[in-house]
Protein backbone atom coordinates (compact mmCIF):
# COMPACT_ATOMS: atom_id res chain seq x y z
CA UNK A 1 0.00 0.00 0.00
CA UNK A 2 1.10 3.02 -0.98
CA UNK A 3 2.10 5.91 2.37
CA UNK A 4 0.86 9.16 1.98
CA UNK A 5 2.31 11.96 4.75
CA UNK A 6 -0.16 13.72 6.18
CA UNK A 7 -0.04 17.30 5.45
CA UNK A 8 -2.21 20.29 5.74
CA UNK A 9 -1.16 21.43 1.66
CA UNK A 10 -3.92 18.57 1.41
CA UNK A 11 -6.62 20.08 2.83
CA UNK A 12 -5.85 23.67 1.10
CA UNK A 13 -5.67 21.71 -2.13
CA UNK A 14 -9.03 19.99 -1.39
CA UNK A 15 -10.51 23.38 -0.63
CA UNK A 16 -9.61 24.89 -3.63
CA UNK A 17 -10.60 21.65 -5.87
CA UNK A 18 -14.13 21.32 -4.07
CA UNK A 19 -15.20 23.94 -2.20
CA UNK A 20 -13.74 26.84 -4.95
CA UNK A 21 -17.31 29.36 -4.19
CA UNK A 22 -17.89 28.58 -0.53
CA UNK A 23 -17.93 31.50 1.52
CA UNK A 24 -15.33 33.49 3.85
CA UNK A 25 -16.82 36.41 5.77
CA UNK A 26 -14.83 38.66 7.92
CA UNK A 27 -15.97 41.73 9.72
CA UNK A 28 -13.38 45.00 9.49
CA UNK A 29 -12.84 47.19 11.55
CA UNK A 30 -15.18 49.47 10.72
CA UNK A 31 -17.71 46.83 11.11
CA UNK A 32 -18.55 46.00 7.23
CA UNK A 33 -18.09 42.32 5.94
CA UNK A 34 -15.47 41.58 3.20
CA UNK A 35 -16.60 38.35 1.51
CA UNK A 36 -14.30 36.08 -0.13
CA UNK A 37 -14.39 32.62 -1.25
CA UNK A 38 -12.68 29.64 -0.76
CA UNK A 39 -10.87 29.67 -4.32
CA UNK A 40 -9.62 33.07 -3.58
CA UNK A 41 -8.46 31.89 -0.46
CA UNK A 42 -6.67 28.94 -2.22
CA UNK A 43 -5.02 31.37 -4.43
CA UNK A 44 -3.93 34.28 -1.79
CA UNK A 45 -2.82 31.36 0.10
CA UNK A 46 -0.22 29.77 -2.65
CA UNK A 47 0.65 33.39 -3.31
CA UNK A 48 1.36 33.89 0.61
CA UNK A 49 3.47 30.76 0.30
CA UNK A 50 5.60 31.36 -2.46
CA UNK A 51 6.17 35.29 -1.48
CA UNK A 52 7.55 33.92 1.77
CA UNK A 53 9.91 31.86 -0.48
CA UNK A 54 11.16 34.70 -2.16
CA UNK A 55 11.77 36.47 1.14
CA UNK A 56 14.30 33.49 1.33
CA UNK A 57 11.86 31.81 4.03
CA UNK A 58 14.21 28.70 4.80
CA UNK A 59 12.59 25.13 6.39
CA UNK A 60 11.24 25.19 9.86
CA UNK A 61 11.66 28.91 10.53
CA UNK A 62 8.95 30.69 12.16
CA UNK A 63 7.03 33.24 11.05
CA UNK A 64 4.83 35.35 14.17
CA UNK A 65 1.63 36.25 13.18
CA UNK A 66 0.04 39.29 15.16
CA UNK A 67 -3.75 39.54 13.69
CA UNK A 68 -7.52 39.25 14.94
CA UNK A 69 -9.47 36.80 13.57
CA UNK A 70 -10.00 37.53 9.69
CA UNK A 71 -9.32 35.60 6.16
CA UNK A 72 -5.83 36.72 6.12
CA UNK A 73 -5.18 35.23 9.31
CA UNK A 74 -6.58 32.00 7.95
CA UNK A 75 -4.31 32.50 4.94
CA UNK A 76 -1.49 32.33 7.47
CA UNK A 77 -2.38 29.18 8.92
CA UNK A 78 -1.78 27.53 5.36
CA UNK A 79 0.70 29.74 3.59
CA UNK A 80 3.09 29.80 5.93
CA UNK A 81 3.19 25.73 6.12
CA UNK A 82 2.70 25.74 2.85
CA UNK A 83 6.54 27.29 2.39
CA UNK A 84 8.11 25.23 4.92
CA UNK A 85 8.02 27.64 7.72
CA UNK A 86 6.11 27.19 10.94
CA UNK A 87 3.34 29.25 12.35
CA UNK A 88 3.78 31.34 15.70
CA UNK A 89 0.48 32.74 16.66
CA UNK A 90 1.54 35.69 19.44
CA UNK A 91 -1.08 36.91 21.19
CA UNK A 92 -2.06 40.44 21.11
CA UNK A 93 -3.41 40.51 24.70
CA UNK A 94 -0.16 40.43 26.39
CA UNK A 95 2.42 42.84 27.53
CA UNK A 96 4.74 44.47 24.91
CA UNK A 97 7.51 43.29 26.91
CA UNK A 98 6.11 39.89 27.11
CA UNK A 99 5.35 39.47 23.68
CA UNK A 100 8.71 40.59 22.82
CA UNK A 101 9.96 37.70 25.26
CA UNK A 102 8.44 35.15 23.28
CA UNK A 103 9.15 35.96 20.22
CA UNK A 104 12.77 35.77 21.00
CA UNK A 105 12.56 32.49 22.57
CA UNK A 106 11.10 31.48 19.48
CA UNK A 107 13.76 32.98 17.23
CA UNK A 108 11.11 34.61 14.86
CA UNK A 109 12.04 35.36 11.60
CA UNK A 110 8.93 37.19 9.75
CA UNK A 111 5.97 39.14 11.56
CA UNK A 112 2.45 39.15 9.61
CA UNK A 113 0.72 42.07 11.60
CA UNK A 114 -2.61 43.71 11.07
CA UNK A 115 -2.11 47.82 10.37
CA UNK A 116 -4.51 48.50 13.73
CA UNK A 117 -1.92 46.43 15.70
CA UNK A 118 1.37 48.58 14.56
CA UNK A 119 0.60 50.51 18.02
CA UNK A 120 0.71 47.99 19.49
CA UNK A 121 4.06 46.73 17.89
CA UNK A 122 5.73 50.15 18.36
CA UNK A 123 5.77 49.39 21.75
CA UNK A 124 8.04 46.04 21.54
CA UNK A 125 10.17 46.87 18.31
CA UNK A 126 12.97 48.30 20.54
CA UNK A 127 12.91 44.60 22.53
CA UNK A 128 13.52 42.32 19.21
CA UNK A 129 13.75 42.77 15.74
CA UNK A 130 12.13 40.95 13.12
CA UNK A 131 13.83 40.70 9.65
CA UNK A 132 10.31 41.41 7.89
CA UNK A 133 7.35 42.99 8.78
CA UNK A 134 4.61 42.31 6.45
CA UNK A 135 2.19 44.79 7.16
CA UNK A 136 -2.35 43.53 6.49
CA UNK A 137 -3.86 46.75 5.78
CA UNK A 138 -7.40 45.40 7.56
CA UNK A 139 -8.47 49.26 8.35
CA UNK A 140 -7.96 49.35 4.19
CA UNK A 141 -5.36 52.55 5.33
CA UNK A 142 -1.86 52.90 3.16
CA UNK A 143 0.76 50.63 4.80
CA UNK A 144 3.53 52.78 6.59
CA UNK A 145 7.21 52.71 5.28
CA UNK A 146 9.31 50.98 6.31
CA UNK A 147 6.70 47.97 6.38
CA UNK A 148 5.60 45.63 3.63
CA UNK A 149 1.98 45.93 2.65
CA UNK A 150 0.62 42.14 2.46
CA UNK A 151 -2.03 43.15 0.28
CA UNK A 152 0.74 44.32 -2.57
CA UNK A 153 2.99 41.69 -1.64
CA UNK A 154 0.35 38.79 -2.29
CA UNK A 155 -0.71 40.71 -5.54
CA UNK A 156 2.94 40.86 -6.96
CA UNK A 157 3.62 37.35 -6.60
CA UNK A 158 3.59 34.46 -9.31
CA UNK A 159 2.53 31.06 -8.41
CA UNK A 160 3.17 29.62 -11.76
CA UNK A 161 5.88 26.93 -11.11
CA UNK A 162 4.84 27.40 -7.44
CA UNK A 163 5.46 23.56 -5.48
CA UNK A 164 5.13 22.81 -1.94
CA UNK A 165 8.15 23.05 0.43
CA UNK A 166 9.30 18.99 0.61
CA UNK A 167 7.88 17.87 4.43
CA UNK A 168 7.74 15.21 6.42
CA UNK A 169 4.35 14.64 8.47
CA UNK A 170 6.18 14.99 11.61
CA UNK A 171 7.75 18.34 10.49
CA UNK A 172 6.02 21.39 12.09
CA UNK A 173 3.48 23.52 11.42
CA UNK A 174 3.25 26.10 13.92
CA UNK A 175 3.85 26.49 17.17
CA UNK A 176 1.92 28.40 20.08
CA UNK A 177 2.71 29.44 23.82
CA UNK A 178 1.24 29.02 26.87
CA UNK A 179 -0.81 31.62 29.49
CA UNK A 180 2.38 31.48 31.73
CA UNK A 181 0.07 32.33 34.86
CA UNK A 182 2.67 30.42 37.45
CA UNK A 183 6.02 31.29 35.13
CA UNK A 184 7.15 32.15 31.84
CA UNK A 185 4.92 30.48 29.19
CA UNK A 186 6.84 28.16 26.90
CA UNK A 187 6.11 26.95 23.32
CA UNK A 188 3.86 23.97 21.81
CA UNK A 189 4.90 22.47 18.47
CA UNK A 190 2.62 21.30 16.39
CA UNK A 191 3.36 18.93 13.30
CA UNK A 192 1.26 18.00 10.40
CA UNK A 193 0.47 14.48 11.60
CA UNK A 194 -0.83 15.84 15.22
CA UNK A 195 -3.00 18.62 13.41
CA UNK A 196 -4.27 16.30 10.77
CA UNK A 197 -5.08 13.48 13.51
CA UNK A 198 -6.74 16.56 15.84
CA UNK A 199 -8.77 17.62 12.87
CA UNK A 200 -10.16 14.45 11.87
CA UNK A 201 -11.38 13.95 15.45
CA UNK A 202 -12.69 17.18 16.38
CA UNK A 203 -15.31 16.56 12.88
CA UNK A 204 -16.49 13.70 14.50
CA UNK A 205 -20.24 13.86 15.10
CA UNK A 206 -20.19 13.80 18.98
CA UNK A 207 -17.28 16.63 18.94
CA UNK A 208 -17.58 19.99 16.29
CA UNK A 209 -19.55 17.73 14.28
CA UNK A 210 -18.90 19.59 11.11
CA UNK A 211 -20.97 19.42 7.85
CA UNK A 212 -20.69 21.47 4.80
CA UNK A 213 -23.71 23.05 5.08
CA UNK A 214 -22.29 24.61 8.75
CA UNK A 215 -21.83 27.74 8.99
CA UNK A 216 -18.68 28.81 11.79
CA UNK A 217 -18.56 31.61 14.13
CA UNK A 218 -15.02 31.01 15.67
CA UNK A 219 -14.76 34.15 18.68
CA UNK A 220 -12.27 31.87 20.08
CA UNK A 221 -9.01 34.07 18.97
CA UNK A 222 -7.02 32.51 16.26
CA UNK A 223 -3.61 33.20 18.56
CA UNK A 224 -5.63 31.19 21.52
CA UNK A 225 -4.29 27.35 20.74
CA UNK A 226 -5.69 27.40 16.85
CA UNK A 227 -8.71 28.75 18.18
CA UNK A 228 -9.02 25.27 18.96
CA UNK A 229 -8.44 23.54 15.23
CA UNK A 230 -11.63 25.28 14.03
CA UNK A 231 -9.94 26.58 10.85
CA UNK A 232 -8.10 23.51 9.69
CA UNK A 233 -11.23 21.89 10.04
CA UNK A 234 -13.57 24.53 8.48
CA UNK A 235 -10.79 24.32 5.95
CA UNK A 236 -11.35 20.56 5.42
CA UNK A 237 -14.87 20.27 5.12
CA UNK A 238 -15.96 23.74 2.90
CA UNK A 239 -17.63 24.69 5.58
CA UNK A 240 -18.46 28.56 5.80
CA UNK A 241 -16.89 30.71 8.29
CA UNK A 242 -17.98 34.10 9.72
CA UNK A 243 -14.81 35.92 11.03
CA UNK A 244 -15.46 38.62 14.14
CA UNK A 245 -12.24 40.59 13.57
CA UNK A 246 -11.57 42.90 16.73
CA UNK A 247 -15.35 43.42 17.54
CA UNK A 248 -16.25 40.68 20.35
CA UNK A 249 -18.64 42.71 22.80
CA UNK A 250 -21.41 41.37 23.15
CA UNK A 251 -23.82 43.43 21.44
CA UNK A 252 -21.33 43.02 18.53
CA UNK A 253 -21.23 39.58 18.62
CA UNK A 254 -25.49 39.10 18.45
CA UNK A 255 -25.43 41.90 15.36
CA UNK A 256 -23.39 39.56 13.25
CA UNK A 257 -25.28 36.55 14.90
CA UNK A 258 -28.09 38.43 13.61
CA UNK A 259 -27.10 39.08 10.24
CA UNK A 260 -25.09 35.91 9.59
CA UNK A 261 -26.37 33.42 11.94
CA UNK A 262 -24.19 30.80 12.81
CA UNK A 263 -24.62 26.87 13.08
CA UNK A 264 -21.69 26.29 15.70
CA UNK A 265 -19.92 28.84 17.87
CA UNK A 266 -17.05 28.60 19.71
CA UNK A 267 -15.54 30.83 22.94
CA UNK A 268 -14.96 31.41 26.41
CA UNK A 269 -17.70 30.75 28.70
CA UNK A 270 -17.23 34.64 30.08
CA UNK A 271 -17.75 36.28 26.54
CA UNK A 272 -21.42 33.90 26.32
CA UNK A 273 -22.27 35.23 30.01
CA UNK A 274 -21.63 38.97 28.52
CA UNK A 275 -23.95 37.94 25.52
CA UNK A 276 -26.55 35.90 27.05
CA UNK A 277 -26.90 39.05 29.60
CA UNK A 278 -26.71 41.19 27.15
CA UNK A 279 -29.72 39.57 24.92
CA UNK A 280 -32.24 38.72 27.96
CA UNK A 281 -31.80 42.45 29.07
CA UNK A 282 -32.68 43.58 24.92
CA UNK A 283 -35.97 41.43 25.18
CA UNK A 284 -37.10 44.08 27.56
CA UNK A 285 -35.71 47.09 26.30
CA UNK A 286 -35.52 46.54 22.20
CA UNK A 287 -37.83 43.58 21.91
CA UNK A 288 -36.97 42.04 18.61
CA UNK A 289 -33.82 43.49 18.15
CA UNK A 290 -31.64 40.76 17.64
CA UNK A 291 -32.44 36.93 17.12
CA UNK A 292 -30.50 33.96 18.28
CA UNK A 293 -30.19 31.14 16.21
CA UNK A 294 -32.17 28.77 17.46
CA UNK A 295 -30.60 25.04 16.98
CA UNK A 296 -27.02 26.46 16.84
CA UNK A 297 -24.61 23.98 18.99
CA UNK A 298 -22.12 25.95 20.85
CA UNK A 299 -18.61 24.65 21.61
CA UNK A 300 -17.15 26.39 24.99
CA UNK A 301 -14.08 26.05 27.32
CA UNK A 302 -11.23 27.95 28.16
CA UNK A 303 -12.56 27.70 31.93
CA UNK A 304 -15.37 25.90 34.04
CA UNK A 305 -18.68 26.32 32.12
CA UNK A 306 -21.42 27.23 34.68
CA UNK A 307 -24.33 25.02 34.32
CA UNK A 308 -26.81 28.21 34.83
CA UNK A 309 -25.21 29.12 31.75
CA UNK A 310 -25.92 26.18 29.60
CA UNK A 311 -29.57 26.39 30.93
CA UNK A 312 -29.56 30.09 30.04
CA UNK A 313 -28.82 29.06 26.26
CA UNK A 314 -31.28 26.29 26.37
CA UNK A 315 -34.14 28.39 27.03
CA UNK A 316 -33.24 29.85 23.79
CA UNK A 317 -33.03 26.80 21.79
CA UNK A 318 -28.84 27.10 21.75
CA UNK A 319 -27.24 23.68 23.36
CA UNK A 320 -23.54 24.48 24.81
CA UNK A 321 -21.07 21.54 24.54
CA UNK A 322 -18.22 22.09 27.12
CA UNK A 323 -14.75 21.30 25.79
CA UNK A 324 -11.55 21.20 28.13
CA UNK A 325 -8.28 20.78 26.77
CA UNK A 326 -4.81 22.95 27.29
CA UNK A 327 -2.37 24.25 24.63
CA UNK A 328 -0.18 21.22 24.94
CA UNK A 329 -3.17 19.44 24.21
CA UNK A 330 -3.67 20.93 20.57
CA UNK A 331 -6.46 21.45 22.11
CA UNK A 332 -9.28 19.28 22.35
CA UNK A 333 -9.45 16.46 25.31
CA UNK A 334 -12.50 16.13 26.37
CA UNK A 335 -16.03 16.86 25.31
CA UNK A 336 -19.49 16.98 27.42
CA UNK A 337 -21.46 15.66 24.27
CA UNK A 338 -25.46 13.88 25.31
CA UNK A 339 -24.70 9.92 25.14
CA UNK A 340 -26.79 7.79 23.87
CA UNK A 341 -27.23 6.53 27.37
CA UNK A 342 -28.50 9.71 28.43
CA UNK A 343 -31.14 9.77 25.99
CA UNK A 344 -34.10 8.94 28.65
CA UNK A 345 -32.50 10.62 31.73
CA UNK A 346 -34.05 13.83 33.53
CA UNK A 347 -33.31 17.11 31.95
CA UNK A 348 -31.52 18.00 35.45
CA UNK A 349 -29.37 15.23 35.05
CA UNK A 350 -28.17 15.99 31.12
CA UNK A 351 -27.52 19.87 32.62
CA UNK A 352 -25.60 18.55 35.54
CA UNK A 353 -23.45 16.43 32.89
CA UNK A 354 -23.05 18.76 29.87
CA UNK A 355 -21.16 21.09 32.82
CA UNK A 356 -18.67 18.21 33.21
CA UNK A 357 -15.91 18.43 31.45
CA UNK A 358 -16.94 15.61 29.08
CA UNK A 359 -15.63 12.38 27.86
CA UNK A 360 -11.93 11.61 26.34
CA UNK A 361 -11.84 12.15 22.36
CA UNK A 362 -10.77 9.45 20.16
CA UNK A 363 -6.85 8.68 20.66
CA UNK A 364 -6.27 10.07 23.34
CA UNK A 365 -5.78 8.42 27.04
CA UNK A 366 -6.79 9.90 30.40
CA UNK A 367 -5.74 8.84 33.75
CA UNK A 368 -6.22 10.22 36.92
CA UNK A 369 -3.18 9.98 39.34
CA UNK A 370 -3.87 10.24 43.01
CA UNK A 371 -1.72 11.85 45.79
CA UNK A 372 -0.37 7.93 46.35
CA UNK A 373 0.89 7.80 42.91
CA UNK A 374 -1.84 5.22 41.98
CA UNK A 375 -4.73 5.58 39.47
CA UNK A 376 -7.55 6.45 40.64
CA UNK A 377 -10.93 4.16 40.33
CA UNK A 378 -13.59 5.91 38.01
CA UNK A 379 -15.98 5.65 40.27
CA UNK A 380 -17.09 9.37 39.86
CA UNK A 381 -15.33 10.52 44.15
CA UNK A 382 -11.86 9.74 43.53
CA UNK A 383 -9.74 12.23 42.69
CA UNK A 384 -6.63 13.41 41.25
CA UNK A 385 -4.67 15.04 38.61
CA UNK A 386 -5.27 14.54 34.87
CA UNK A 387 -2.90 12.86 33.39
CA UNK A 388 -2.69 12.36 29.27
CA UNK A 389 -1.10 10.92 26.39
CA UNK A 390 -1.94 10.42 22.72
CA UNK A 391 -1.03 11.16 18.98
CA UNK A 392 -1.70 15.23 19.03
CA UNK A 393 -0.89 15.47 22.96
CA UNK A 394 2.83 17.11 23.31
CA UNK A 395 5.58 15.52 24.71
CA UNK A 396 7.98 18.61 25.37
CA UNK A 397 8.20 21.98 25.16
CA UNK A 398 10.47 24.32 22.69
CA UNK A 399 13.62 24.48 23.98
CA UNK A 400 13.00 23.54 27.67
CA UNK A 401 14.27 20.26 29.26
CA UNK A 402 11.52 17.19 29.39
CA UNK A 403 10.95 17.95 33.63
CA UNK A 404 9.62 15.46 35.90
CA UNK A 405 6.89 18.26 37.22
CA UNK A 406 5.68 18.75 33.66
CA UNK A 407 6.00 14.96 32.49
CA UNK A 408 5.71 11.86 34.52
CA UNK A 409 8.47 9.41 33.79
CA UNK A 410 6.37 7.33 31.89
CA UNK A 411 5.71 10.02 29.33
CA UNK A 412 2.39 11.13 30.39
CA UNK A 413 1.53 14.97 30.23
CA UNK A 414 0.71 16.18 33.90
CA UNK A 415 -2.06 18.41 33.44
CA UNK A 416 -1.88 20.27 36.64
CA UNK A 417 -5.82 19.81 36.82
CA UNK A 418 -7.37 17.93 39.63
CA UNK A 419 -10.48 16.00 38.99
CA UNK A 420 -12.76 13.17 38.97
CA UNK A 421 -13.76 10.39 36.37
CA UNK A 422 -17.36 8.27 36.80
CA UNK A 423 -17.98 5.53 35.31
CA UNK A 424 -19.80 6.98 32.29
CA UNK A 425 -15.95 8.14 31.33
CA UNK A 426 -17.38 11.49 32.16
CA UNK A 427 -14.39 13.80 33.60
CA UNK A 428 -15.27 16.55 36.36
CA UNK A 429 -12.79 18.93 37.25
CA UNK A 430 -13.05 19.94 40.51
CA UNK A 431 -9.86 22.69 40.65
CA UNK A 432 -6.07 23.09 39.38
CA UNK A 433 -3.76 21.90 41.90
CA UNK A 434 -2.61 25.37 43.12
CA UNK A 435 -6.52 26.65 43.15
CA UNK A 436 -7.89 23.91 45.28
CA UNK A 437 -8.36 24.75 49.34
CA UNK A 438 -7.21 22.88 52.10
CA UNK A 439 -9.46 23.49 55.33
CA UNK A 440 -8.67 21.63 58.19
CA UNK A 441 -6.62 19.30 55.86
CA UNK A 442 -10.26 18.41 53.47
CA UNK A 443 -10.17 19.94 49.98
CA UNK A 444 -12.86 22.02 48.94
CA UNK A 445 -13.36 22.71 45.64
CA UNK A 446 -13.11 26.86 44.45
CA UNK A 447 -14.58 25.39 40.59
CA UNK A 448 -17.80 24.27 42.40
CA UNK A 449 -18.10 26.93 44.55
CA UNK A 450 -17.90 29.17 41.79
CA UNK A 451 -20.80 27.30 39.16
CA UNK A 452 -23.10 27.43 42.54
CA UNK A 453 -22.70 31.13 43.00
CA UNK A 454 -23.02 31.76 39.28
CA UNK A 455 -26.03 30.08 39.60
CA UNK A 456 -27.66 32.67 42.18
CA UNK A 457 -30.24 35.25 40.12
CA UNK A 458 -27.57 38.51 41.45
CA UNK A 459 -24.63 37.30 40.63
CA UNK A 460 -22.83 37.85 37.54
CA UNK A 461 -19.58 36.57 38.19
CA UNK A 462 -17.51 34.78 40.97
CA UNK A 463 -14.46 33.46 41.51
CA UNK A 464 -13.12 31.95 44.70
CA UNK A 465 -9.49 31.74 46.29
CA UNK A 466 -8.51 30.49 49.15
CA UNK A 467 -7.08 32.92 52.16
CA UNK A 468 -4.59 31.88 55.15
CA UNK A 469 -6.71 31.08 58.23
CA UNK A 470 -4.90 30.76 62.07
CA UNK A 471 -7.14 27.68 63.01
CA UNK A 472 -8.04 25.87 59.51
CA UNK A 473 -5.03 26.83 57.51
CA UNK A 474 -7.15 27.99 54.97
CA UNK A 475 -10.45 29.18 54.01
CA UNK A 476 -12.78 29.88 50.89
CA UNK A 477 -13.26 33.60 50.12
CA UNK A 478 -15.77 34.09 47.40
CA UNK A 479 -14.80 37.02 45.36
CA UNK A 480 -18.42 38.63 43.42
CA UNK A 481 -19.40 40.50 40.72
CA UNK A 482 -23.21 41.52 40.86
CA UNK A 483 -25.72 42.04 38.18
CA UNK A 484 -26.50 45.68 37.61
CA UNK A 485 -29.12 46.97 41.14
CA UNK A 486 -28.44 44.50 43.07
CA UNK A 487 -27.56 44.68 46.23
CA UNK A 488 -25.04 42.78 47.98
CA UNK A 489 -26.24 40.47 50.77
CA UNK A 490 -23.56 37.70 52.27
CA UNK A 491 -26.01 35.83 54.32
CA UNK A 492 -28.47 34.95 50.98
CA UNK A 493 -25.36 33.68 49.07
CA UNK A 494 -24.56 31.41 52.59
CA UNK A 495 -27.95 30.61 52.19
CA UNK A 496 -27.85 29.33 48.90
CA UNK A 497 -24.89 27.37 48.93
CA UNK A 498 -26.11 25.32 51.99
CA UNK A 499 -29.18 24.55 49.95
CA UNK A 500 -26.98 23.42 46.87
CA UNK A 501 -25.43 21.18 49.18
CA UNK A 502 -22.32 22.24 50.29
CA UNK A 503 -21.84 21.60 53.98
CA UNK A 504 -21.25 24.60 56.41
CA UNK A 505 -17.32 24.34 56.58
CA UNK A 506 -17.06 24.57 53.04
CA UNK A 507 -18.88 27.50 52.74
CA UNK A 508 -17.00 30.95 52.74
CA UNK A 509 -16.81 32.94 55.23
CA UNK A 510 -16.11 36.21 53.56
CA UNK A 511 -17.47 37.84 50.81
CA UNK A 512 -15.88 40.41 48.50
CA UNK A 513 -18.27 42.57 46.02
CA UNK A 514 -15.67 43.75 43.31
CA UNK A 515 -16.56 45.25 39.59
CA UNK A 516 -15.17 42.73 37.36
CA UNK A 517 -12.82 39.47 37.97
CA UNK A 518 -9.43 39.99 36.67
CA UNK A 519 -8.83 37.65 33.57
CA UNK A 520 -5.80 36.04 31.73
CA UNK A 521 -4.90 37.05 28.31
CA UNK A 522 -7.50 33.94 27.30
CA UNK A 523 -10.32 35.18 29.34
CA UNK A 524 -9.78 32.91 32.19
CA UNK A 525 -10.26 33.84 35.67
CA UNK A 526 -6.50 35.44 36.71
CA UNK A 527 -6.90 34.09 40.60
CA UNK A 528 -3.02 35.17 41.37
CA UNK A 529 -4.22 38.88 41.21
CA UNK A 530 -7.07 37.93 43.37
CA UNK A 531 -4.72 36.64 45.68
CA UNK A 532 -2.75 39.88 45.22
CA UNK A 533 -5.76 42.25 45.93
CA UNK A 534 -6.70 39.89 49.16
CA UNK A 535 -3.68 37.99 50.42
CA UNK A 536 -5.45 37.62 53.97
Known sequence: MMQMPLSLNHLLDRAGTLFASNEIVSRLPDK???????????????????ALQNLGLQKGERVATLC??????????????????????????????EIAWIANDAQDKVLIIDDVLLPLYQ??????????VIVFPFSGAAVPAPFTDYEQLLASTDTQGFQYAPHAEDDAVSMCYTSGTTGRPKGVVYSHRSTILHTLVGCLGDFWGLKGSDVILPVTPMFHA??????YGAVMMGVKLVFPGPHLHPEDLLDLMTAEPPT??????????????AFEAAQTTQPGRWKLPAGMRSLVGGAAVP?????????HGIWILQGWGMTETSPLCTVSYPKSELKDAPMDERYRRAAMAGVP??????????????????????????????????GSYHQVPVSEDKFSADGWLRTGDVASVDAMGFVRITDRTKDLIKSGGEWISSVDLENALMAHPDVAEAAVIAIPDPK???RPLACIVLKPGKQPRPEDFAAHLLQHGFAKWQVPDRYEFIDAVPRTSTGKFYKLKLRERFPA
Open 361 to 394: VPLTELRIRGEDGLDAPWDGQHVGEIQVRGPFIT
Open 472 to 474: WSE
Open 32 to 50: SLRRHSYGAFYQRTRQLAQ
Open 307 to 315: EALIRAFDR
Open 123 to 132: QFAHLYHFEK
Open 226 to 231: NSWGIP
Open 68 to 97: WNHHAHLECYFGIPAAGGVMHTLNLRLSPE
Open 264 to 277: LSLGVPTIWMGLIQ
